[in-house]
C-alpha cells in the first residue's frame, strides 16, 4: 500500500518537473536577446531539475542548449545548423566553445 503512493508521488512530481523545465526553457528563450547569462542560469535549473528527478529533457529541448557551456542555443545567433544530406545529420555548432552535435535524422516514407 505504501509503496503504491511513493509510486504515485514520483509519477507526479515527474510531471510537476517536466511542466518547469518546459517553463524555463520558455523563459530562457524570452531572456535570451537581452539577458543571454540569464537564459544560461535557466538552462541549468532545467537541467538539474532533470536529474534530481530523472527525467529525460525532450528531443526538441536537448537541442536548445550546449551540453559543453550549458548556454541556451539560438540557432543563427550562438549557433549554427547545418544539414549533411549525405550522413542524414543536422549538426549543430555551439559558437561559444565550438562544439558540434550531431543529430541523425530521417526522412519520412
Ligand atoms: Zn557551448
Redesign the pocket.
Known amino acids: 500500500m505504501k509503496r503504491k503512493i511513493i509510486a504515485k508521488n514520483k509519477a507526479i512530481s515527474q510531471k510537476l518537473a517536466r511542466e518547469r523545465i518546459k517553463l524555463l526553457f520558455s523563459e530562457a528563450e524570452k531572456a535570451f536577446s537581452e539577458h543571454p547569462e540569464r537564459a544560461k542560469r535557466y538552462v541549468e535549473m532545467a537541467r538539474k531539475i532533470g536529474t534530481k528527478h530523472n527525467v529525460s529533457l525532450s528531443g526538441g529541448l536537448k537541442k536548445r542548449f550546449?551540453k559543453?557551456?550549458g548556454?541556451f542555443l539560438v540557432p543563427g545567433t550562438n549557433c549554427t545548423v547545418r544539414l549533411d544530406s549525405v550522413k542524414g545529420n543536422i549538426i549543430f555548432t555551439?559558437k561559444?566553445?565550438r562544439?558540434v552535435k550531431r543529430y541523425p535524422y530521417k526522412k519520412k516514407k
Open positions: 550546449c559543453k557551456c548556454g555551439c561559444s566553445c562544439t
